[in-house]
């Protein structure tokens, strides 16, 4: 089974800065990786999948980077309401299963 | 508007069952492979279940694999997840989601990622 662990637990930044977010697995995933966005009282928002490509009307301060076994999402410059928790999910074909990270949360 | 709503959900008893319905209206429901997710207030995603648009694949976590079932009835644009055997750690709040590739991609057996997510519905397993 494929573990996702993502770093750091906690994030405190100030609006305008720059958000790096590392989820890394315990073994490869070639690019089989998504990223999610959820605020409080919320389902989760697809943010990245396959790694770098972003859902449909995510802006594009959103991005994603990775291969293999280290990813990484980057926002550009944090706007007020990205502050909220990400996680990380990857995919696997056999035995068919999602597997998430544990997540990090991304605060004032 | 694409829409999940998931209904079902409730207070029941350890080691009783209970069956999660996910309606989808807006998309074409049996081209996709559907998934429940649930979360622990507080506490991380998991992902518990999911089928391909043909229910040809299920894949199940290994914490419910042998007590859940997911099925679904693509004449009725309806998603289901059959708990029995329930404990207490199964409490939580139970999403309904889309897959995000369609079954033309690929073999259409496997699952992928999800873009569309229902409000959830609680479940919780207390005596």
């Known amino acids: 089974e494929i573990v996702l662990t993502q770093s750091p637990a906690t994030l405190s930044l100030s609006p305008g800065e720059r958000a790096t977010l590392s989820c890394r697995a315990s073994?490869?995933?070639?690019?089989?990786l998504a990223w999610y966005q959820q605020k409080p009282g919320q389902a989760p928002r697809l943010l990245i999948y396959?790694?770098?490509i972003r859902a449909t009307g995510i802006p594009a301060r959103f991005s994603g980077s990775g291969y293999g076994t280290d990813f990484t999402l980057t926002i550009s410059s944090l706007e007020p309401e990205d502050f909220a928790l990400y996680y990380c999910?990857?995919?696997?074909?056999?035995?068919?299963?999602?597997?998430f990270g544990g997540g990090t949360k991304v605060e004032i | 508007e694409v829409q999940l709503v998931e209904s079902g959900g409730g207070l029941v008893q350890p080691g009783r069952s209970l069956r999660l319905s996910c309606a989808a209206s807006?998309?074409?429901?049996?081209?996709?492979?559907m998934h429940w997710v649930r979360q622990v207030p507080g506490k991380g995603l998991e992902w518990v279940s999911g089928?391909?648009?043909?229910?040809?694949?299920?894949g199940y976590a290994d914490s419910v694999k042998g007590r859940f079932t997911i099925s679904r009835d693509n004449a009725k644009n309806s998603l289901y997840l059959q708990m029995n055997s329930l404990r207490a750690e199964d409490t939580a709040l139970y999403y309904c989601?889309?897959?995000?590739?369609?079954?033309?991609?690929?073999?259409?057996?496997?699952?992928?990622?999800?873009?569309?997510w229902g409000k959830g519905t609680t479940v919780t397993v207390s005596s």
């Open positions: 396959e790694a770098s």
């Open positions: 989601t889309k897959d995000t590739r369609t079954k033309y991609y690929g073999s259409g057996r496997y699952f992928y990622f999800m873009d569309v």
């Open positions: 073994q490869s995933v070639s690019s089989d």
């Open positions: 999910q990857q995919r696997s074909n056999w035995p068919p299963a999602l597997t």
């Open positions: 807006g998309i074409n429901f049996e081209d996709y492979a």
């Open positions: 089928i391909s648009w043909n229910s040809g694949t299920t």
